[in-house]
């Protein structure tokens, strides 16, 4: 209680609303006695007792008698929580946190908030001393230096101009360039990197340096006009730079605001519609072009900021709850030692940039150009210091408390309502890019302490197939005999309404080491841009940021502990809570939820949740279950996108999966008639793996997906072959590219094999959450287990796979095996696994990758000319060795350039092509030597093999299908074409050179010989050395640049 609370001998009349809540613990009026008025408002409004009075008059005996025998009558046997003296009727409010029942007197009144960018709340809660405690307001802002720090501008001006230009940055359309090469992008770089040193290292920046960091790419980087070159952009961000570091901030504005005037604002849901299939599988979106299959062309499953939407969203955000002292833990927080975020390093952020996706938060700098100016190499050093500095941010963030207005700018979100299947809005923030890669690079060094804490608890913490596990063990709980039914929860807008306060206080407890980040994330309302219009974020987790589904996952927990119970087994997966057991365990759970949930901000949706009780148990579901508005069924209901429930609801809702599936193969069978390759690439990528997941958690349903097999068999495949296929192409087509196929498999075939798989996987996990064992060290040891199940799954796979290639290949005729043979050579099928690329050369129109898939499987070409121009019979073979028109020439000099290219990447200098050897005369060369004097080298470089000395290469490509080599063996015609290179260079390169010599023999079907395969690891090496890159990914590179060429 406030000591400047009113004294307990006063008398303090009490008015109670009558829509007020405090009317449930109230004695029904049919009860009270009489009060000589006929008017029941006067009851509620006018009575006032003077309980502390000791002023009574000795005349007023009956009186006071009377008034006591009226408070008796009226007691509502309830003592206040804070001067523990008796309560009366109309005497008494509750505790908004905790529900506690105090006297109006004990009350503690609420402070206003401190922090400046907070928001006025618009009521102000009733809180009793403990909860009071827990419901401190944030410090106000310290004071900051008035020395001149950014030009003319001291910190202060600083921080207040930032603070004012985002709100109407935000508002702008997308229009940025391309952070160009040369100094001055190194020189953009650079100022970024001293701003975010700035922050990690000084204190008395740290309230304007991120927001600077966020800000500056929208005020440099617009773009003047739609044609624009870069050498304008280089001029332009050039002066630019000069007016920035001078703290010229309005003059930057003016300057952008006018380019943004005349631009018409462009949601990026428009623009994704509008963009199409094509545009978005040529610049490798491959997940966003999937999701355009799903669709109507005409819709984006985004809605319009209407009036009726804007309110909607407010909503759905908010204001504060204050927290209740029932679930705050009094003991300390567990230790823990700040110095574990020093693994966060550069190459921590630079791997986070590389795989970082996704459009831009309020300042418009997308994910691209901050993964441009992150992982370009020709930024050089530059990008390595801005990485380095990042890193530095995130350990900071990690461990030192930042004041909540200092990372407004930071922490702000563009808000996207996305339309749900039921026509609702589900709300998702799109955050800063340098604030997802920071988080989302710190959420990863921390994710084993993560997985501890929510153990096998809440599965939405990143445990190895959570999900999957998550449908397994419920489903195998509710086929016990035992079990009468499951219940499926649901909560009302679960994420923007948990508790936040709350949370934070569950992540210090539980999860201590990343408290100090959700508490500078979290501690502060951060502002939601949607429209023209700002939203503060007080509560909950923002959908869309990286820590989101930790903070939720971790901040629950405490609510599963509560209501967990002996006869029910409880499973979680972020927001959604499932349960299976005996009806009266599942009502007490529901109880329980229902009674402490919103404490937690879990506020269930009793319309949207579902209880499958079994045929004998179903009187009883109705009959406790039935005034709580929750659906009760015998059948079944959706589950995690799976299904749970009888076989009949499970064939049912399989099939209107597949239905939808098909009508996505439409489209993309329409895609596929003008752009095969790209369809492909979708199909392989992504496509496919909406089912895989299904197949994954539900048995025996692989005879539903017959209506796709016959879409795929009979129209989608013939457009990527040019052809009807028969039953052993089919076959064939469905194997693993590395061995020859398409990866075009048949789901009515996998569809139980996936589940198979699915279930030995996760079997650790399923096994520890039907045991509801509560051990930190049993959820790794799961992983650990896991991890390794997964290896076996993978074997036992590839050795299926290749017993049915062994099969196939007993049965095809000479020319297919051959074909076979040349498909499954390492790097032979590295352009069709590439992702078609625009940028990168990689994509084929539609002719070339029909050839392409042709000349792989010796298919017939219909429309080849009878003759060549040679006179010979024309063919698929001829054609690649025939020497008229030049094109094994120009085959062999484009493959010989790009080798140079990659080495020259590589580091090595000099490197050199169509080198004149030097005069052989006066040496005694073999016979089988090349002694012209105009003989020439393909490839010249030094350092190869030993550091100063020269290597000299000379590339060959034949085609293995020639009739003179169909009866050697393949392996054999490699070594046939290097020994006859190295009798026509090796000793003359060695002795007269004084060098050394590497044939490059290349067949056709892109297959190489064992030394091309040391050349290009070496290169390999070097550049992963050089430009610190995966080895994996760098080999794949290179061998789909020579495959290309």
């Known amino acids: 209680m406030s000591r400047g609370s009113p004294s307990r001998c006063q008398s303090t009349p009490v008015t109670l609303r009558p829509d007020s809540h405090l009317l449930s613990f109230f004695t029904p009026r049919s009860e009270f006695p009489s009060f000589g008025s006929n008017d029941s408002n006067t009851f509620d409004s006018e009575i006032s007792f003077n309980k502390h009075s000791e002023c009574h008059d000795e005349s007023n005996d009956s009186t006071d008698e009377c008034i006591r025998n009226i408070r008796n009558a009226l007691s509502i046997d309830a003592v206040c929580c804070e001067c523990s003296e008796k309560i009366y009727f109309a005497e008494f409010v509750s505790c908004t946190a905790c529900s506690n029942l105090i006297h109006p007197q004990c009350v503690t009144p609420a402070q206003p908030p401190t922090n400046e960018l907070s928001p006025i709340p618009d009521y102000s809660p009733t809180l009793c001393l403990a909860c009071s405690d827990v419901n401190q307001c944030p410090p106000p802002r310290p004071q900051l230096s008035q020395v001149n720090c950014w030009g003319d501008l001291n910190a202060e001006e600083v921080f207040v101009k930032l603070q004012a230009l985002a709100p109407l940055i935000s508002t702008w359309a997308p229009n940025l360039f391309e952070v160009p090469f040369g100094a001055v992008g190194r020189g953009?770089?650079?100022?970024?990197?001293?701003?975010?040193?700035?922050?990690?290292?000084?204190?008395?920046?740290?309230?304007?340096?991120?927001?600077?960091?966020?800000?500056?790419?929208?005020?440099l980087l617009q773009k003047p006009s739609k044609k624009s070159k870069v050498g304008g952009h280089k001029n332009l961000l050039e002066r630019r730079l000069e007016l920035w570091k001078s703290g010229k901030f309005d003059q930057l504005f003016r300057e952008a605001a006018a380019i943004q005037k005349p631009l018409n604002y462009q949601s990026p849901s428009e623009e994704r519609c509008n963009k199409g299939f094509v545009d978005l599988m040529r610049n490798g979106q491959t997940s966003e072009a999937t999701g355009w299959l799903d669709s109507s062309r005409h819709t984006c499953g985004v809605k319009s900021c209407t009036d009726e939407v804007l309110l909607d969203l407010e909503k759905k955000h908010p204001p504060a709850s204050p927290i209740s002292s029932k679930y705050v833990h009094s003991d300390p927080p567990a230790d823990h030692q700040p110095v574990t975020f020093q693994g966060i390093t550069g190459e921590s952020i630079y791997k986070c940039g590389l795989n970082i996706k996704g459009s831009g938060g309020p300042s418009g700098f997308d994910a691209s150009g901050v993964s441009r100016i992150l992982c370009a190499k020709k930024f050089k050093q530059s990008s390595?210091?801005?990485?380095?500095?990042?890193?530095?941010?995130?350990?900071?963030?990690?461990?030192?408390?930042?004041?909540?207005?200092?990372?407004?700018?930071?922490?702000?979100?563009?808000?996207?309502?996305?339309?749900?299947?039921?026509?609702?809005?589900?709300?998702?923030?799109?955050?800063?890019?340098?604030?997802?890669?920071?988080?989302?690079?710190?959420i990863f060094s921390q994710r084993v302490a993560i997985k501890v804490a929510a153990n096998c608890v809440q599965l939405a913490a990143g445990q190895s197939g959570g999900c999957e596990a998550a449908i397994h063990s419920l489903s195998d709980r509710f086929e016990e005999a035992d079990c009468e039914g499951a219940l499926l929860l649901d909560a009302s807008n679960a994420f923007n309404r948990l508790n936040r306060g709350l949370a934070l206080h569950s992540v210090d407890r539980l999860c201590p080491i990343l408290a100090q980040l959700f508490n500078n994330l979290y501690g502060a309302p951060s502002p939601l841009y949607v429209g023209n219009q700002v939203l503060m974020s007080e509560e909950g987790a923002?959908?869309?940021?990286?820590?989101?589904?930790?903070?939720?996952?971790?901040?629950?927990?405490?609510?599963?502990?509560?209501?967990?119970?002996?006869?029910?087994?409880?499973?979680?997966?972020?927001?959604?809570?499932?349960a299976a057991g005996t009806i009266s365990g599942l009502h007490e759970w529901y109880e329980i939820i229902t009674t402490h949930g919103p404490a937690f901000g879990y506020h269930i949706n009793p319309d949207k949740c579902v209880l499958i009780a079994k045929e004998h148990h179903l009187e009883k579901a109705q009959e406790l279950f039935g005034e709580t508005g929750v659906q009760i069924t015998t059948a079944g209901a959706r589950h995690l996108g799976a299904a749970i429930?009888?076989?009949?609801?499970?064939?049912?809702?399989?099939?209107?999966?597949?239905?939808?599936?098909?009508?996505?193969?439409?489209?993309?069978?329409?895609?596929?008639?003008?752009?095969?390759?790209?369809?492909?690439?979708?199909?392989?990528?992504?496509?496919?793996?909406?089912?895989?997941?299904?197949?994954?958690?539900?048995?025996?349903?692989?005879?539903?997906?017959?209506?796709?097999?016959?879409?795929?068999?009979?129209?989608l495949i013939p457009l990527f072959v040019g052809k009807h296929i028969s039953d052993i192409e089919r076959r064939i087509l469905a194997l693993p590219v590395k061995m020859g196929g398409m990866a075009l498999e048949n789901p009515v075939q996998t569809a139980n094999q996936e589940y198979n798989n699915s279930r030995f996987a996760t079997g650790p996990l399923v096994s520890l959450i039907l045991a509801e064992e509560d051990c930190p060290n049993n959820i790794m040891d799961a992983e650990m287990k896991s991890g390794k199940l997964k290896k076996k799954c993978a074997d036992a796979t590839d050795e299926r796979h290749?017993?049915?290639?062994?099969?196939?290949?007993?049965?095809?005729?000479?020319?297919?095996?051959?074909?076979?043979?040349?498909?499954?050579?390492?790097?032979?099928?590295?352009?069709?696994?590439?992702?078609?690329?625009?940028?990168?050369?990689?994509?084929?129109?539609?002719?070339?990758?029909?050839?392409?898939?042709?000349?792989?499987?010796?298919?017939?070409?219909?429309?080849?000319?009878?003759?060549?121009?040679?006179?010979?019979?024309?063919?698929?073979?001829h054609a690649l060795i025939c020497k008229v028109g030049g094109f094994d020439m120009w085959r062999h000099d484009h493959l010989r350039d790009t080798?140079?290219?990659?080495?020259?990447?590589?580091?090595?200098?000099p490197v050199n092509t169509e080198q004149p050897m030097l005069p052989?005369?006066?040496?005694?060369?073999?016979?089988?030597?090349?002694?012209?004097?105009?003989?020439?080298?393909?490839?010249v470089c030094r350092g190869l093999w030993s550091d100063m000395q020269t290597s000299f290469m000379d590339v060959r490509v034949f085609h293995p299908n020639a009739p003179s080599y169909l009866k050697m063996p393949i392996t054999n015609l490699y070594k046939q074409h290097q020994n006859q290179k190295k009798l026509a260079y090796m000793r003359r390169v060695q002795e007269v050179e004084q060098g050394s010599f590497t044939p490059l023999v290349f067949s056709t079907s892109g297959g190489f010989a064992g030394e091309v395969g040391k050349v290009l690891e070496r290169a390999a090496r070097k550049i992963c050395d050089r430009h610190k890159e995966s080895y994996a990914e760098t080999m794949s590179f290179i061998r789909e640049k020579t495959r290309f060429s």
């Open 188 to 219: 953009f770089i650079d100022e970024l990197t001293r701003l975010a040193n700035l922050f990690a290292t000084s204190t008395a920046a740290e309230s304007y340096a991120l927001s600077a960091l966020v800000l500056a790419p929208a005020l």
């Open 645 to 715: 429930g009888s076989t009949e609801f499970k064939t049912t809702f399989v099939t209107n999966k597949v239905s939808e599936w098909v009508s996505c193969l439409e489209n993309l069978v329409t895609v596929a008639k003008t752009h095969p390759h790209l369809a492909y690439s979708n199909y392989v990528r992504s496509l496919k793996m909406k089912w895989s997941y299904l197949q994954r958690t539900l048995p025996d349903i692989g005879h539903l997906f017959q209506p796709m097999e016959d879409i795929l068999r009979h129209k």
């Open 920 to 939: 052989c005369d006066g040496f005694n060369l073999p016979i089988s030597a090349n002694i012209k004097a105009e003989a020439r080298m393909d490839i």
């Open 542 to 578: 923002t959908q869309g940021c990286p820590s989101a589904m930790a903070m939720y996952s971790i901040g629950i927990l405490p609510l599963i502990s509560l209501a967990d119970l002996e006869d029910v087994l409880q499973v979680w997966y972020a927001d959604d809570g499932n």
């Open 384 to 442: 390595t210091a801005l990485c380095d500095a990042l890193s530095l941010v995130a350990q900071k963030l990690a461990t030192t408390e930042i004041h909540g207005d200092f990372l407004a700018i930071f922490c702000s979100s563009r808000l996207i309502p996305l339309e749900k299947t039921d026509g609702g809005t589900r709300p998702i923030g799109i955050g800063e890019v340098f604030r997802r890669i920071v988080v989302k690079a710190i």
């Open 802 to 877: 290749a017993t049915e290639r062994a099969d196939i290949f007993a049965v095809l005729d000479m020319k297919t095996q051959r074909a076979m043979e040349l498909c499954s050579e390492p790097g032979a099928s590295s352009w069709l696994t590439a992702r078609p690329l625009q940028k990168l050369g990689h994509e084929l129109n539609q002719v070339e990758f029909v050839d392409a898939i042709r000349l792989r499987y010796g298919f017939h070409f219909p429309d080849l000319i009878g003759k060549c121009g040679c006179g010979a019979q024309n063919t698929s073979d």
């Open 899 to 909: 080798l140079a290219d990659i080495l020259r990447y590589a580091g090595f200098k």
